[in-house]
């Protein structure tokens, strides 16, 4: 008797200390003619053409003079292509620096600079921005060509390319910080701190080949790249969305059988927007089993009402650029901690809270200090590292925290997101937490802004839900009535359409400080 064949959705590629590029073959060897990925104009990709593809495509950039140790900054929505891009640099050994499609010419020509990149790689005109124009003032007076794949990339004969060097430890990525400081900020990868990461969120999530992960966010984003690693551990089908649109893309997810639906607060708040304009009855993501993501704060409330009106829970998380994925809840805590916390720390992260120098117990708030293989191998100005780490290996990540006494965290702040006014130390995001929970509010921001009476003022900056916004009167005594302390309570109330937020959903609050009064 035959013995029954393996269902191509069970078959799980061991990723662990293994390159991109061998998982990449070791995963078209295994399910070829399961898909990869899917978009909102119909075109689809299985693993096996996405193997092919990258192999024509690394011929394509190897004619070039692309090769092993080569640097590539490339800006790409979240698009097929851009898949295949990732998967041909690997091949070729490149190191690649994925940038942010929000990023323009002081940006661009920044990492062009620092990362001495040799080639730029840009669509044309995305999202009516003509990426071409503005890349070529970006580089001009470098020596970087600058290609335009609109969507098509360079092609050739995959018989031409050299050996491959397989290696996780070397120098593969370059990611830079989305933009909260001034000028961005270079985290040197490898291949294993990016598995690292999808170990992670495997752990986590527990994603298999029955999975739709909706890709909403950037491509070029660390989490993308994540998401990409994933797909070859878990044979996963990625449900690729160039620009995310509030009205069409929920219900287009819904209608392809999303199951994973990322990728932070903003998004869920507009799937919840979404099902509740639908008729009684009609569900919006029918086959949904969890809301995954991170990157920015969310309120407790938000958990219970993707549970209320999907019947899936908020997987959430907490990572940095430098360190992708450090923290995730499991599918399996209690809703209480996927509520309230950013979860656990993942398996192989090392996490502890330190105050001026001390290291503190249970229940203290403190900077968290993270250290692991997910960690990256530094700055790209390695004169940055010396302030970033410590003597013996850990990432100052500039959150504050709290790990409760059965090891859950909570991100209470950022260092510098502390308002201190009168020397008294007031955290931004517990007065956050409480206006998300008032009626009229829909979201809100709170920022220091200097005050020559107090040192720091705190102003409130509120999206108002409803017709009629929150007044500062009834702002002030909710609050209180709330138990915060008096000397907590806004001394500023703001007004917003939208908050400004980087690719990742976090709130720019330099902006707002520099809109009311503050600085950047």
């Known amino acids: 008797m035959e013995a029954a064949m393996t269902n191509p959705d069970d078959i799980v590629i061991d990723t662990w200390h293994k ?11 295994a399910t070829p003619d399961k898909r990869l990925a899917y978009d909102e104009a119909g075109r689809t990709m299985t693993y096996g053409e996405y193997h092919h593809a990258c192999l024509r495509a ?8 692309i090769g092993e140790g080569s640097r590539v900054s490339w800006i790409l929505p979240s698009r097929i292509e851009a898949l295949v891009l990732a998967g041909a640099l690997s091949r070729l050994g490149a190191v690649q620096n994925p940038i942010l499609p929000i990023y323009r010419q002081r940006e661009v020509g920044f990492i062009a600079r620092q990362s001495e990149c040799s080639l730029l790689i840009v669509p044309g005109v995305f999202r009516n921005f003509d990426y071409a124009e503005m890349a070529h003032i970006a580089v001009d007076g470098l020596d970087v060509t600058v290609l335009v794949a609109d969507p098509d990339l360079p092609q050739g004969d995959p018989a031409t390319l050299p050996p491959y060097n397989a290696t996780d430890t070397d120098l593969r990525w370059l ?36 999975d739709q992960a909706a890709v909403v966010f950037p491509i070029t984003h660390v989490g993308g790249l994540v998401w990409t690693f994933n797909a070859m551990e878990t044979g996963v089908e990625l449900l690729m969305v160039e620009v995310f649109d509030p009205k069409n893309t929920p219900r287009w997810l819904g209608e392809h059988g999303c199951t994973c639906a990322g990728a932070g607060t903003v998004f869920w708040q507009t799937y919840l927007a979404a099902q509740r304009e639908l008729p009684d009855g009609q569900r919006l993501l029918p086959d949904v ?27 959430g998380g907490w990572g940095l650029t430098e360190a992708p994925i450090n923290t995730m809840n499991h599918l399996d805590d209690p809703d209480e901690k996927k509520a309230s916390t950013d979860g656990r720390p993942c398996p192989g992260v090392e996490l502890r809270v330190v105050l001026d120098g001390v290291e503190l117990g249970r229940g203290q708030e403190g900077e968290l200090q993270v250290r692991g293989e997910q960690l990256c191998m530094g700055y790209l100005d390695s004169s940055l590292d010396a302030d970033a780490f410590t003597d013996d290996g850990w990432f100052r990540t500039g959150d504050l925290g709290v790990v409760d ?7 209470t702040g950022r260092l510098k997101d502390i ?39 705190a102003c409130a900056v509120i999206v108002t839900k409803g017709d009629t916004p929150i007044s500062f009167t009834e702002m002030s005594d909710y609050l209180i009535g709330h138990q915060l302390s008096r000397h907590k309570v806004p001394e500023q109330l703001e007004f917003v359409d939208v908050l400004p937020r980087n690719p990742t959903g976090k709130v720019l609050k330099k902006d707002l400080r520099a809109s009311y009064g503050g600085t950047s």
């Not at 390159?19 to 060897?29: G, K, N, S, V």
Request: glycine share 10%; proline share 6%; aromatic share 8%.
């Open 405 to 411: 006494a059965d090891g859950w965290v909570s991100l």
């Open 419 to 457: 308002i201190i006014r009168k020397g008294e130390n007031i955290s931004a995001k517990e007065i956050e937490d409480l206006l998300h929970a008032h009626p009229k509010v829909a979201e809100a921001a709170v920022v220091g802004l200097p005050d020559e009476a107090s040192g720091e003022r």
């Open 175 to 210: 990611f830079y910080s989305s933009g909260t400081t001034a000028d961005p900020k270079g985290a040197k990868h490898c291949d294993r701190s990016l598995s690292q990461a999808n170990r992670g969120m495997q752990w986590s999530m527990e994603v298999n080949g029955r």
């Open 19 to 29: 390159p991109l590029w061998t998982l990449i073959e070791e995963r078209a060897a």
């Open 58 to 65: 690394a011929a394509g950039f190897h004619a070039m003079g």
């Open 289 to 315: 089993r969890q809301f995954n993501g991170g990157g920015a704060p969310w309120p407790p409330s938000l958990h219970y009402a993707l549970m209320d009106t999907f019947g899936a829970p908020l997987i």
